[in-house]
DNA sequence: GATGAATGAGGATTCATTCAT
DNA sequence: CATGAATGAATCCTCATTCAT
């Protein structure tokens, strides 16, 4: 198999990269069972295709995952950095205004996380959470509720520090969490969401919803009083 | 044939009953294949399912539908109304202010969509969409469009009325769309969106978002400067 | 039903024309079946197409067969005629030469269940026999062996009266046979026999076949001899 | 990997025979597809059958053929050995006369086709091919035509040297194709052509046939006229 | 470990047959 | 009698999973 005539650092060369290669290897083929589960759904994968996809073949991905089920499971627990104390601690010492957190907040989960692969996790609980409570248990747990605490807090500070008026904080943080689900959803499920053919840029998108929303949550007294709805100002420009 | 001692309408009643039976039947096997396909997703479904649901046995359902396939186009086109020529005509003629008809936009979707069985489309249009293109630019053409155009007309309204500022009308267009699909979500992949056990009141959020909303909309000047930002909380500095 | 401002004599008609239907139905879904069995074969073929062919619906096939098996042996029944006693007398009280027999006797064939829709029970039993023993049993007895032993009289006749060589009987009994069944085949298995894009005339062929079958009975001595066979003899042509 | 105590060539069989058993899985699913579809028909016949036969479950089957249709298509293809050109070599090469070359020509077919299971290709052409279209098509081009073309090469050199009489061509190679055509049906159709209980012995047929057939080639002169219609017989008389 | 041939349970689809009207 | 809607057994085909090499 290492025939003696080739000098034995190429045979430690080969071993190793074989064996980065093996340790790889997991990591490979979750993510190519990512990508096709939110591509196509996990009933419509093949586990041939996974395989393919990381360049492996069929029987060597239950080499590493034991069933098809448990290759979904690892791809969700392994997508899911539990990166919310870290994110917990960096907004907790954000010197900013409570505006800029939120928008700071959005566009770093969008960096971090909605440009990335992991952000097709989302699409799949949606799509087969109903299929999998446990796996959805999981993701609401590890997901879900940190995530919507982290908004809730940021709001809260906003609220508390009276730079935001008292709105109804789960209300809030649902408009928050829909502005980055239609990010998710116009990433992962094709023009579902989108106008024909329209790219959307995200980074523009959150700014423009977050000037918006937080124009919402700043601004005083009833709707029908607002300097900018009469029609006596309809010169009121954006800056 | 027809024995005189019965009453001719009691002939005639039975003799509709298997006739009412079976022009229900295509009725009943969509609402059970809407209900299975959202709820499973469409390879996740069987066949068999669908029929039991709609208490028939296996083989009638393609008495009806010639495959599982047809039977998922038939769903989405039974339950895509085109009604947007009629809400069109309903919103040229509303006379109250613009904000008023967002609200009304919205909550009158909920209550004739969102909160029907048809709202399932879209969720099964966001999960499987990818895997039958042509529903999907089905989909995208007598919804997606339409729909999109209907609230950009709203908030063209708001602009040209000097009610709301010259925002970005994609993006805010996509803000309210952000807000349903939300809603819809909720309602079809568990608490994928959800706080856990938490019970969404859709007219009590869309009121909620609506007035963030149309508060964002209506307010001029600079965030920073919005008057909710009390002089009492100067700490509200931009970097 | 038989509403009363029509005349007696147009509901006799009527009542006629559905009787005289009624009674036609058999023979016409025997005949809808031999076609279909002999064109796609039994179990290709469907007992709606029967139905259809035959002008009714599907349920009504099964008042007058009680199942599709029966239908076929009712087809095969029904198209063998057991004329061959008829066939006989005809043949024993021939006048003219053995030659002619046979020749009469083919082309006889030929008109009288060759060139009908009765011949396509041989290839039926051709494609099917083997899946339905009893069937082919029975034609065997009916057609089969009659046939067999008519030719071999005619051949019999034609030896006794020294018209022809004493060749094997069997043998040149299947000769004959061959040469219906290829006419058959011809008939029923599109190319599977002919030239491309050939069109066969059975007398043509009939009597092509019956002029070199019935010179190779009479003539006597061994082939090699043949007084056409020598290359001295380039000129021998027929008359 | 290889331990030393074993003989090299005891692993060598080893891998050996599962790669020789893959390899011959094709061809021994052919064989069984190939008597089955003879003998059942092609839609009778269960692909989980054809699997038994072969002795591999009914999966295995679809990992060499991608459908059963396909399958019909390979049992075909396979079993066309398209051995004219060599033949027709054969029989330009041949020395002796032209009756000789016809004999040598049909016995030389049953023993290299007539004899084989490659003639129950014949037999399921004749009742599938209305089926299945373009397979008939191509059998009709790699058999159909050569097969005709080459007997019909044989009579042609018969009759170019004054061996036969002028015949129609056309109509003696279907003389000859019938008298194989018979010896197939025999054979792959019961007794659907032979006397009860008759075994025909194929050697023997073709000999007495060819027999016949080429002295009804080779006399010339009127059939009336034929020696053989000797003197003591003057009831032979043409009408 | 890695491979890919083999398996067989599972699901879509067909169609002979039944039966209420 | 005639109809055609309904049934469910039978069959093709897929694919997760196993296992010999």
Redesign the pocket.
């Known amino acids: 198999m290492f025939p003696s005539h080739l000098p034995a650092d190429t045979h430690q060369a080969l071993a190793h990269k ?1 064996e980065r ?2 340790e790889a ?1 997991p990591g490979e083929l979750l993510d190519a069972a990512l990508d096709l589960f939110v591509e196509k759904g996990f ?9 393919a996809r990381a ?17 979904l499971k690892a791809v969700v627990r392994e997508n899911i950095a539990g990166r919310f104390v870290e994110w917990n601690a960096e907004l907790l010492n954000f010197q900013g205004s409570t505006s800029e957190a939120l928008k700071y907040c959005m566009l770093a989960w969008w960096d971090r996380v909605g440009a990335t692969r992991a952000s097709g996790i989302s699409k799949l609980m949606v799509s087969e959470g109903r299929n999998f409570p446990d796996i959805a248990a999981f993701y609401q747990h590890e997901v879900i509720e940190p995530g919507h605490l982290l908004i809730r807090r940021v709001l809260q500070r906003g609220i508390d520090r009276g730079e935001f008026r008292a709105v109804d904080l789960d209300h809030a943080v649902y408009g928050v969490v829909a502005c980055m689900m239609f990010l998710i959803l116009s990433k992962h499920s094709m023009g579902m969401c989108l106008k024909q053919d329209m790219n959307l840029d995200p980074h523009a998108y959150i700014a423009s919803q977050a000037d918006i929303f937080l124009r919402g949550l700043c601004s005083a007294g009833p709707v029908a009083d607002m300097p900018a709805c009469s029609p006596q100002n309809p010169g009121a420009t954006p800056a």
Request: charged share 35%; proline share 3%.
């Open positions: 074989r290669r093996k290897r009933v419509a994968t093949r586990m041939e295709e996974v395989a360049g492996v073949s069929k029987g060597t991905v239950f080499l590493y995952f034991p069933s098809k089920e448990e290759l």
